[in-house]
């Protein structure tokens, strides 16, 4: 659903944000290079033709900051004024460190106590930062805990008329009275427009909540001097609201989560913020709200500077497989059968890209509602058509069918069928089931699964070229569902969270199981598309595929990835300590290097003293300390990093 959004005045399109600032030539100062998320740099020193040159040039390791935090130190760093900021730890200790050697400036600890230590999530991805142009810097950051914090920038130190001496305490304000430790918190940064700092939410994992009567992540603004609430989205639409009828039988009294737990992204110019918003409470069965719930899985558009809602479309209705909007959209400028459009693109699990234009709120191309497979859980009421992008294609398998299954040799072709065979097979948005219904299956096989297709990498985008890239996984999922009233007050919960299914130690799909994809948005087409990473050792070795070629299986892990005026920069990912750089035309590897673990934050670039280096994080390296690894070509082998023009 849209609603297109009341007239804007001219001068919207021909004056900059009254008070922003413009980013210098080289810095990163948005978790996604700038407040679009095109994870973009124009820099490049560091070229095709000089990358096989690229060298470890410092390495800041997190030994001593609590807690190992492997699969959870998601972090990109922030670049301004020649220091980084970044997290570390499972307190989320905010750190500063010199962009040229690594050395730590400061360190800030905000110690919660319980709230703390029980919060609900320990990932995370960063901070946010501001300045007003004039010297005056500050670092935001979201404790796992739930409080918002203001930070000198230079000192890391408090900013006094912030909240209670640089506080704010995000409880506060919301409407229900189950709030307590390990119930909200929040993964991704804050993201500051126009002075107003604008705060998302993340919740517990929803496949078996305890309880249907969960807290509502709602979107809320902060002035950025005083820490005062200026406003509040309820993304679970209230009485008197546009939307609380998708909530039949009064379910937004007590239906929770449909929060914003993936980073936001902003149009300055305009004054607008885009939410990627998640469903609503739980991720595999809806019987407890029926109707289509506004605005679960929701593309939402705002003005920053007074929460209204500006447009919005609805992604999935009545989602029951947990499809969350898992990352930031991506705005940039297109140009589709000759019109100039200021588009926002959003990636999702299902390996749709949904493309808009971000004032209006219009799809760029058309967007059908076709009919889908309905639920037969008892008290479940789906809907009967879910939107499909008829641009660009999918960029991952979608949903299950005989030609999808492996089939190396006849053997495994053989097995695979069998072991399909146990499961409900169907196209994409075919509903979960009851455990051992329809004949004893033992649930439906859902691919993408509840992990995506995209998440949380989020894609990457060529502004000038209008191209974006996404990086995802095949991985299925086994949904189905058993009533345990022991385990929760819902009529049905996620039988145990099964993964998907297995065939010889193989997954049960065609490769690659990892793969980057180049959309081009001008014309809806897909450029290109490669396996993301190395095949596994297991596979390669795997007796059932003695004699098979599996160079290009690739790995069942997304590569968070980083454009630059000449290349992609692709790490692999979890499981893979490669780093790639490639071409962005073709997809070519035109370089790869080992780093000293796998990526686990997504990589970022800067340029300082004429040197062009790139950051990434790493971990899950048995033995060793997570750590932030700096490349850069070697020190006066090149010439100065050429400057973004603006």
């Avoid at 404790?143 to 209670?164: C, D, R």
């Avoid at 929770?256 to 992204?265: D, E, I, Q, R």
Wanted: aromatic share 10%; net charge neutral; proline share 8%.
């Amino acid at each position: 659903m849209r609603l297109s959004p009341s007239r804007l005045p001219l001068l919207i399109f021909l004056l900059a944000a009254l008070g922003s600032a413009q980013k210098p030539a080289g810095e990163w100062r948005y978790y996604g290079s700038d407040a679009q998320s095109t994870k973009y740099s124009p820099l490049d020193q560091i070229n095709k033709d000089n990358v096989k040159n690229l060298q470890v040039a410092w390495q800041w390791k997190a030994d001593n900051f609590g807690p190992r935090m492997d699969a959870n130190w998601e972090v990109t760093p922030l670049m301004a004024g020649g220091v980084l900021y970044f997290t570390a730890g499972t307190r989320r200790d905010v750190v500063a460190v010199d962009a040229v050697t690594g050395e730590t400036l400061w360190l800030y600890r905000y110690d919660e106590g319980e709230r703390g230590a029980r919060a609900v999530r320990f990932n995370n991805r960063g901070v946010a930062y501001w300045n007003d142009g004039h010297g005056d810097e500050r670092i935001l950051l979201i404790s796992p805990g739930y409080h918002l914090i203001e930070l000198n920038a230079k000192t890391g130190t408090p900013i006094p008329a912030f909240g209670a001496s640089g506080i704010v305490d995000l409880w506060t304000g919301l409407d229900r009275d189950n709030i307590q430790p390990g119930v909200i918190g929040a993964t991704s940064p804050a993201i500051v427009v126009r002075d107003v700092v604008i705060v998302g939410a993340a919740l517990g994992v929803g496949a078996a909540p305890r309880t249907k009567e969960t807290v509502p992540g709602y979107v809320r603004g902060y002035d950025i001097h005083s820490g005062k609430l200026l406003w509040t989205f309820h993304t679970i639409a209230q009485p008197g609201e546009f939307g609380n009828e998708t909530w039949e039988q009064d379910s937004w009294k007590y239906t929770g989560n449909t929060a914003v737990w993936a980073p936001l992204s902003a149009d300055e110019d305009l004054g607008y913020v885009y939410l990627p918003v998640e469903m609503p409470t739980g991720d595999v069965y809806g019987g407890h709200r029926p109707g289509n719930n506004l605005f679960g899985d929701s593309l939402v558009c705002l003005d920053a500077r007074t929460g209204q809602r500006i447009w919005h479309y609805q992604i999935v209705h009545h989602d029951m497989w947990d499809y969350d909007n898992p990352a930031a959209p991506v705005l940039l400028d297109l140009t589709v059968n000759g019109k100039q459009i200021r588009a926002v693109a959003q990636v999702t699990k299902q390996a749709f890209t949904y493309v808009f234009d971000r004032v209006t709120g219009q799809p760029v191309w058309p967007i059908e509602e076709r009919p889908v497979p309905q639920s037969d859980v008892p008290g479940e009421k789906s809907s009967p058509t879910q939107p499909f992008p008829t641009k660009p294609p999918a960029f991952d398998r979608q949903g299950v069918t005989e030609s999808d299954l492996i089939g190396f040799t006849p053997e495994i072709k053989a097995e695979a069928i069998r072991i399909a065979g146990q499961y409900k097979l169907g196209p994409v948005f075919t509903p979960p089931m009851v455990y051992d219904s329809n004949a004893g299956k033992k649930g439906t096989i859902q691919l993408p699964g509840a992990g995506g297709g995209a998440n949380w990498q989020g894609a990457a985008a060529d502004p000038e070229a209008g191209i974006l890239f996404v990086p995802s996984v095949t991985d299925a999922y086994v949904s189905a569902l058993v009533h345990d009233p022991k385990r929760s007050n819902m009529n049905y919960i996620a039988s145990g969270g099964l993964g998907g299914p297995t065939v010889f130690g193989l997954p049960l799909f065609k490769p690659p199981w990892g793969r980057i994809t180049a959309l081009n948005l001008n014309t809806g087409e897909r450029l290109w598309m490669i396996p993301n990473g190395e095949t596994p050792e297991s596979v390669k070795k795997n007796p059932a595929l003695k004699g098979i070629d599996t160079s290009n299986f690739g790995n069942s892990t997304r590569a968070p990835l980083l454009v630059t005026k000449t290349l992609l920069f692709a790490p692999s990912g979890r499981g893979d300590s490669g780093f790639r750089a490639i071409d962005k035309k073709s997809g070519a590897v035109v370089f790869k290097m080992d780093l000293p673990g796998n990526a686990s934050g997504g990589p970022m670039t800067y340029s300082i003293n004429g040197r062009q280096f790139i950051v990434v994080a790493v971990a899950s390296v048995p033995g060793a300390a997570p750590e932030l690894v700096a490349l850069a070509l070697p020190a006066g082998s090149s010439e100065p990093a050429r400057r973004d023009p603006n």
